[in-house]
């Protein structure tokens, strides 16, 4: 039995172990009377806020159970955030405004405003224009949330220098090709401070990008910045395999360098999460709700193994694993959230003896960019309010929400701000969320519906198990193929009216006109400047490079951490000339159809 067969094992026994300790509660009074003892605890220890209307209210709902078996099977479904399985939330309290006390478990309660969830997800042009967003976006923000979207020629390696791909500089996301493209990128953040972070979606050639980053940072405050630095970036080998192909080398290596790249992290940046295992490019492929837990969770146990394998210490890695989900409007996602914090926390406690910190699922969510439509298209707005409802209900702890326009363009600088705004009325503006925990979650649907997505993950999982893993499954190219089935499901029901959406198959605004709506495009004269500083970056270093290099192969041939090595490598070597170098050592991924 694999590692997945073994969470699949420890998810049912502790479904079985519930039930036992609810019949147990109700047979054995001194049992019973713990656990009432328990139960006036906790309701003890809830403070109280008050509303601007004035209406006091706790911070947290309990439910009216006077009964000690309804109320075992609520604190051990995970009915209480903060606490295991963490189904309710990962943290006791978020998006909470400061009040008065919470004293659950002894942690005294908040005293400063909590840290907004909100990411700004932008890149596009030159560095300096992506720079010129994030400060834009971010200017009425307490905390500094930069979330990076790369070009093609950077997501895929090459660099801006290949040929036949000057077209694609700073198309749809920012190039950055050079660790002085790294510096432009953030100039004038100050990173070394808690309240900024960064993060950055690319997974083929993360492990370069982020030596970049680590060596801009170094540049602008100093070899002690390691420790200071927070964020994240994607690195997810497995999810490019099974959705996205944007993998540089064949999948061993990647996973090698992966691993070298999270042992470091794990050993000398505290803060950062090395790895965003992602749902969100699975789900955007065409993957159902269940389709898209199952392979998240799935790739995230898969690493852990893998790196266990390697020797690394899975309570100091585990810590710093991260996840990123698609939000979109069918009704799994009522609790889909909720259902991974459970699975990945019982996993990670039964079947890979982690502790506390690395039975948290931290968790990154996305509003849903296929379910943007460009028929009339502002209905899109209200798409990506109800999403975010949904994100928020399931207590992700960062959000990023869609701008209306990306049906026809990178997005403008209006809609990105009322993208971002969104987020502001939904967290500040309104009190859904400010006052207590649980104003909505907790209703007999919402568990429906999780004990149903929970089974149907398990499913899945065992479907992944007899093919021998995830891995094995990969080989069998079974996710990609599940996937394309499930996108080719989805459209038929758009084009058969089985799945509405409301202007395109349902309640037309009269005749299908394409809207007059401008295009964000990078000028043929910024591509140009980019190369030029491309060209002048690897001439000035020309004497260096090679040396850097070679000493890179080494560190491939002797089987030393790649990562520590490529920090040193970019402060003479492009992107493109990392890549080409890697490339003739162990190969190049060969993508999957």
Known sequence: ??????????????RRYVQEQVRRVRREPAFAGQVMSRWAEVRAQIGTTRTPTGLELPRL???????PGEILRYLLEGGLPGEFPFTAAAYREQYLEPGEAIQQNNHPARAVPPEEPTRLFAGLGLPEDTNERFHYLSRNQRSKRLSTAFDGPTLYGVGAGADGVFGKIGEGGVAADTV?????????????QPQVS??????????ILLAMYVAAAKRRFGDGVLTQLRGTIQADVLKEVQAQNELVFPIEPSLRFLADMVDFCARTMPRWYPISISGYHIAEAGATPVQQAAYTLSNGFAYVEYFQNRGMEVNAFGPRLSFFLDCALDVEYVALARVCRKVWAIGMRDAFNADRRAQLLKLHTQTSGRSLIAADWKNNLTRTAIELLLACMNATNSCHSNAADEPFTTPGEEYARYAAHAQAILLEESGVFRHMMNTLP????????GEAVEEAVLEEFETIEEQGGVLGAVERRYQRSQIQASAYTLERQIHDGERPLIGQNRYRNGEAVWPDHAMVRTPAAKKQLH?????????????????CLDQLSQAVDKNANVFAELINTVEHCSLGQITRRLCEQVGRFRPLV
């Open 531 to 547: 190369l030029d500083r491309l060209h002048d970056f690897e001439k000035r270093h020309a004497a260096e490079s090679e040396r």
């Open 180 to 192: 002085d493209d790294m510096e432009r990128l953030y100039a004038g953040f100050n990173l070394d």
């Open 442 to 449: 907790g209703s007999p649907g919402m568990r429906v519906i």
């Open 198 to 207: 960064v993060s950055m979606t690319i997974s083929g050639p993360a492990p």
């Open 1 to 14: 039995m694999s590692s997945l067969g073994q969470v699949v094992s420890a998810v049912r026994a502790y």
């Open 61 to 67: 709902a309990l439910p009216p159970y006077d009964e």
